[in-house]
């Protein structure tokens, strides 16, 4: 805001008295409190679950399977038939919920779908060996939930669903723990996927289909496709041949964040392109003299990192001026 106010004070478009008092509305403004409610009632919703769970697992002998599956279906049940109830028709727009609750219901109701789901195959062996079924399935359904009741949360949770009926655990913590990336057919389905992925958020993006989803769809493109092609760089031979696929990855992200104004984009695209950068940086001195390649090191490092610093901080302050 301050930089938008020097901007118009320096350009005479407004006085310096006008300027002082619009700074000091804007520093004295209400502080809002809005997503600070929204994280203590998601976690409400995981900690509900949770805590079930919990109860579930400790008391299983003495409440029973039968009984668990029907209060984990019908809790499940109730919390989908409230959201078809009280929740708009569906719109290729953005649609708003009704009233605050709603999105946690469906959350909580998508959780114990979840919870009932993976209880019926851990206890029955619905699918039996067909491990695929159990997870695209679910997943397929929460595609459905997602864009029935315009929610990113639940869209999150079906691309993972997605990622794993694909064969790969895409989670934070077992991304790179679980995951051998030293086979080919695995890096070439994270590339698939995040090729697929890339593509139906500019699908959204061009037709205008829940065209906010795009940013979702195109997060998790950048991020495995990036990571895929890291692990095909560190698992075979000319790495810098696969390394080179980060180029048009990185390059997207990068016109993604100056079409949208996003930093966030932005940056990732930056920390992915440093990474090959510097790849291909160390390959080269490889050839050289120990003694001079870690000098040489050492002044790259510290200069890659002063001008990507300025570089980032001047692209924040260019996308937050206005």
């Given at each position: 805001?301050r930089y938008?106010?020097n901007y118009l004070?320096?350009?005479?478009?407004?006085?310096k008295?006008?300027?002082?008092?619009?700074?000091?509305?804007?520093?004295n403004k209400?502080?809002?409190i809005?997503w600070?409610v929204?994280l203590?009632?998601?976690l409400?919703?995981?900690l509900?679950s949770g805590g079930l769970?919990?109860?579930?697992?400790?008391?299983?002998?003495s409440?029973?399977?039968i009984?668990i599956?029907t209060l984990i279906?019908l809790?499940?049940?109730?919390?989908l038939?409230?959201?078809y109830?009280?929740?708009?028709l569906?719109s290729?727009?953005k649609?708003?919920?009704?009233?605050?609750w709603l999105?946690y219901?469906?959350?909580?109701?998508?959780?114990?779908?979840l919870?009932f789901?993976g209880?019926l195959?851990?206890?029955?062996?619905?699918f039996?060996?067909?491990?695929g079924l159990?997870?695209i399935?679910?997943a397929?359904f929460?595609f459905y939930?997602?864009?029935r009741f315009?929610?990113l949360?639940?869209?999150?949770?079906?691309?993972?669903?997605?990622a794993s009926w694909m064969?790969?655990?895409?989670?934070?913590?077992?991304?790179m723990?679980?995951?051998?990336f030293?086979?080919l057919?695995?890096?070439?389905t994270?590339?698939?996927?995040?090729a697929l992925l890339a593509v139906?958020g500019?699908f959204?993006?061009q037709k205008n289909?829940k065209?906010?989803f795009?940013?979702?769809?195109y997060?998790?493109?950048?991020h495995?496709?990036?990571i895929?092609t890291w692990g095909?760089t560190v698992s075979?031979?000319y790495?810098w041949?696969?390394?080179a696929?980060l180029?048009?990855i990185?390059?997207?992200?990068?016109?993604?964040?100056?079409?949208?104004?996003?930093?966030y984009?932005l940056?990732?695209?930056a920390?992915y392109?440093?990474?090959?950068?510097?790849?291909?940086?160390?390959?080269?001195?490889?050839?050289?003299?120990?003694l001079?390649m870690m000098?040489?090191?050492f002044?790259?490092?510290i200069?890659?990192?002063?001008?990507?610093?300025?570089?980032?901080r001047?692209?924040?302050k260019?996308?937050?001026a206005?």
């Amino acid at each position: 805001m301050r930089y938008t106010l020097n901007y118009l004070l320096n350009s005479g478009f407004i006085k310096k008295e006008d300027s002082e008092k619009l700074n000091t509305a804007h520093l004295n403004k209400p502080f809002s409190i809005y997503w600070h409610v929204r994280l203590v009632l998601y976690l409400g919703v995981t900690l509900l679950s949770g805590g079930l769970g919990t109860i579930i697992y400790k008391n299983i002998d003495s409440i029973g399977h039968i009984t668990i599956v029907t209060l984990i279906g019908l809790l499940s049940l109730s919390a989908l038939l409230y959201c078809y109830k009280k929740a708009p028709l569906f719109s290729v727009e953005k649609t708003e919920a009704p009233n605050p609750w709603l999105d946690y219901i469906l959350l909580l109701g998508v959780t114990s779908f979840l919870t009932f789901e993976g209880y019926l195959q851990y206890q029955y062996d619905i699918f039996g060996t067909r491990y695929g079924l159990a997870t695209i399935i679910p997943a397929l359904f929460l595609f459905y939930l997602s864009y029935r009741f315009d929610h990113l949360g639940v869209l999150t949770m079906a691309i993972t669903l997605f990622a794993s009926w694909m064969g790969i655990a895409f989670t934070p913590k077992e991304l790179m723990a679980a995951n051998d990336f030293s086979e080919l057919s695995l890096v070439s389905t994270g590339l698939s996927l995040s090729a697929l992925l890339a593509v139906t958020g500019y699908f959204h993006s061009q037709k205008n289909i829940k065209a906010h989803f795009t940013f979702t769809y195109y997060n998790f493109a950048l991020h495995l496709g990036a990571i895929a092609t890291w692990g095909a760089t560190v698992s075979f031979d000319y790495g810098w041949v696969w390394m080179a696929l980060l180029i048009p990855i990185v390059g997207l992200g990068y016109l993604y964040s100056m079409k949208e104004n996003s930093f966030y984009f932005l940056l990732i695209s930056a920390i992915y392109g440093y990474i090959g950068v510097s790849y291909w940086f160390v390959q080269v001195l490889v050839l050289t003299d120990e003694l001079f390649m870690m000098y040489l090191l050492f002044f790259y490092f510290i200069v890659s990192a002063v001008f990507g610093l300025r570089f980032l901080r001047k692209a924040h302050k260019k996308m937050t001026a206005l």
